[in-house]
T-cell receptor
């Protein structure tokens, strides 16, 4: 059974810092990996999707990397801003036909 | 701007009452998922459909939960009778799954409180 772990559970940084969020998964036979953002009381917003054949994806100040063989992904946020404060979740399906298995998330606070 | 919509956004009910949650997936998506989020368990799958056919509902209590897709534009999740332990946020997600694609898009959720 696929299990997804995110470390740290919470992170507080001053504005302007670069930071890395970590995600690990137990079964490396994944189809892709998706990073989401969730604001308090809101739904999930898809940030980045990395296919299993890719090593990384970038969107603005966000960069996600994927190392399937070691079962790890990182989300790098450059020049953090208070508006980046949210919970970040990573999720993987085991194949194209299965639902997502989620980590518990990293709650990020960026202090102005 | 295509998005998944869910109604109601908030629901407060008393134990034993029936609750129905509705979801309109993104037009053209072939797969619809129902997830539940709690502080203790995080996000967990309840059920999902491919081309309106149920593929897996092993994540939900069969004696009280039921999920259906009456048509391609509507998915429903029903709880009868509801219990306080059902209090959670219920998310619907849709995606165009297959042929190398599996990206899911989430609705805003229904926050259910059972007293």
């Amino acid at each position: 059974k696929q299990e997804v772990t995110q470390i740290p559970a919470a992170l507080s940084v001053p504005e302007g810092e670069n930071l890395v969020l970590n995600c690990s998964f137990t079964d490396s036979a994944i189809y892709n990996l998706q990073w989401f953002r969730q604001d308090p009381g809101k739904g999930l917003t898809s940030l980045l999707l990395i296919q299993s054949s890719q090593r990384e994806q970038t969107s603005g100040r966000l960069n996600a990397s994927l190392d399937k063989s070691s079962g790890r992904s990182t989300l790098y946020i450059a020049a953090s801003q208070p508006g980046d404060s949210a919970t970040y979740l990573c999720a993987v399906p085991n194949s194209g036909n299965t639902p997502l298995v989620f980590g518990k998330g990293t709650r990020l606070s960026v202090i102005a | 701007d295509a998005r998944v919509t869910q109604t109601p956004r908030d629901k407060v009910t008393e134990m034993g009452q029936e609750v129905t949650m509705r979801c309109q997936p993104i037009l053209g998506h072939n797969t619809v998922f129902w997830y539940r989020q709690t502080m203790m368990q995080g996000l967990e799958l309840l059920a999902y459909f491919r081309n309106r056919a149920p593929l897996d509902d092993s994540g939900m209590p069969k004696d009280r939960f039921s999920a259906e897709m009456p048509d391609a534009t509507l998915a429903t999740l029903k709880i009868q009778p509801s219990e306080p332990r059902d209090s959670a946020v219920y998310f619907c997600a849709s995606g165009l799954v297959g042929a190398g694609i599996n990206e899911q898009f989430f609705g805003p959720g229904t926050r259910l409180t059972v007293l």
